[in-house]
Every structure is written in C-alpha cells, then in structure tokens.
C-alpha cells in the first residue's frame, strides 16, 4: 500500500504504528484539538479502512526490519496481560514471568517466600489502551466523553 493521499491521515498511521495511541496520534496531528475531541476522533481514525490498512502495513515493515526476539508484538503484549489479569496470586511461585517482586522471609524453622504481582486494574488499563479498534475502544471514548461531561457539569466550566 502506498503512502496515504492526506498527509495528516499518514502521519496519524505513522504515530500509531510507532506506538502511539489513537488518541496520542491524533492529538500529535491535530495539536490544537481539544481532549473530548482527540480521545474520540483519534479511535475513529484508527478505524477507517485505508488509515488501519496503512497502520498494519507500517507495523508489518517495522516488524520485518525488528528482531522479533527483541521486541514485542501488540499481541503478545495483549496475551501477557489477559494471562496477568487471569492468573490468581496462588497459582505464582517465585519463578513465575508473572512474578513482579520476590521477598525471602527468613523464619525460625524455614524460609518463606513472598510474591508480587503487577497491579492488576493497571494491566486492565494497558490492554484498553492497546485495544484500538474493539469495542473496549469505543467503550474508553463513550466513558471519555461522559467524564468531560460530568466534569464540565460539576466544575462550571
């Protein structure tokens, strides 16, 4: 697929294919839209059909040129997270990649070993990001919006 007509919907594919959010890229286009309007133009964008062309093209030549060793796709980080979310305390040992922090307990009789596990709601937090065009997208723009609203409701302004 070649380069985008509209040099603004190009440089919005380029951001998310660098990792930016949709609403990041879009606010990085469109430096003078307001929060209300970059949080729910930004997800839109990312869905119209040649712009999400475009952004997985770009993702794909990123990823030849990448050591996929080294670098991890939005799937995987997706898949980490869903596993993170999942996963109770009980089933993490020590040893475990869930595993965030270790503490050894040393006891009078034996050594204990305390885990710790990433916070969960961030983790919940990350993949809504992560999710660009599913419905946990629409979902963080409807929520977005009705924040502004209740704020600009409360706050006077």
Known sequence: MPVLEKPKK???AQGMANGLSAAAAYRKVYPAAKR????SKGPAMARLGQVK???TELKKKADAIMDKKAVLSIVEKREFLARLVRTPIGLVDHNSDLCQERTYIEGAEETSVRVKLPCKLKAIQLDNDLAVDGA?????SE???ALVLI???THGR
């Open 10 to 12: 190009e440089a919005f």
């Open 36 to 39: 209300v309007t970059y949080e």
């Open 53 to 55: 062309d475009r952004i």
């Open 136 to 140: 946990e997208a629409g979902a963080n």
């Open 143 to 145: 929520l977005a919006n």
């Open 151 to 153: 704020r600009e409701a």
